[in-house]
């Protein structure tokens, strides 16, 4: 059984702070991991994926990849208060473009940022 | 509009009722998935096509099933709807070469009482 798990929180950090949010998956031939952000009552949208071990940066977020550690996170700098959502770490098990390949998702983690 | 949407929005059945749940897409993708979300468990693939031809099941597809009428359009039926099929159930669509790269539609809030 290929798993994905994250803390399910509420994380709470304080406005302009740094949010750390972290999943962990078990299956080292994992390939994609994915970050989707979901309002309350609202569909996930897809803000951040990475492929290779190292850090990825796209504005106030860097996702984190360590694949020895089946370890994957994401940071959002100077967090706001329009960041306060759900964020789903998704893992695909497979090759990029396969016909197999399928998502599987984490529970998520609630951040909560407070003004 | 919207490039993925879903009807209807909310539905409110009684156990045992068949019901349809219908998605359709204008993004041209030819890959068409339905999750469900349960509160803590994320997102839990029940079907999913790769062409109007092409049906699987996903990690629950029992007490499910679906159809495939277009490229654009892909439905999920309950047969007999039960209370633990009461959920959020979302479609989604991907194109042919970025199968984990997933558009979601604005989601079915199911209620089976």
């Known amino acids: 059984q290929k798993e994905v798990e994250q803390n399910s929180g509420p994380l709470s950090v304080p406005e302009g702070a740094i949010a750390s949010l972290n999943c962990t998956y078990s299956?080292?031939?994992?390939?994609?991991f994915f970050w989707y952000r979901q309002y309350s009552g609202k569909s996930p949208e897809l803000i951040m994926f990475i492929y290779s071990n190292g850090d990825k940066e796209d504005g106030r977020f860097t996702a984190q990849l360590n694949k020895a550690s089946q370890y994957v996170s994401l940071l959002i700098r100077d967090s706001q208060p329009s960041d306060s959502a759900t964020y789903l770490c998704a893992v695909t098990f497979g090759l990029n473009n396969n016909a197999g390949n399928m998502l599987t998702f984490g529970g998520g983690t609630r951040l909560m940022v407070k003004p | 509009d919207a490039d993925v949407t879903q009807t209807p929005r909310n539905r409110i059945t009684k156990t045992g009722k068949r019901i349809m749940l219908e998605c359709s897409q204008t993004?041209?993708?030819?890959?068409m998935y339905w999750y469900r979300q349960d509160p803590g468990l994320g997102l839990r693939l029940i079907y999913y096509?790769?062409?109007?031809?092409?049906?699987n099941k996903g990690e629950i597809s029992d007490g499910y099933s679906v159809s495939r009428q277009a490229q654009a359009k892909f439905s999920l039926s309950l047969e007999s709807a039960i209370p633990n099929q009461t959920a959020l159930y979302f479609c989604a669509t991907s194109d042919f070469l970025r199968t984990d790269t997933q558009y979601f539609g604005p989601g079915t809030r199911l209620t089976v009482l």
């Open positions: 993004k041209g993708h030819d890959r």
């Open positions: 299956d080292r031939g994992s390939q994609s």
């Open positions: 096509s790769f062409d109007v031809k092409d049906i």
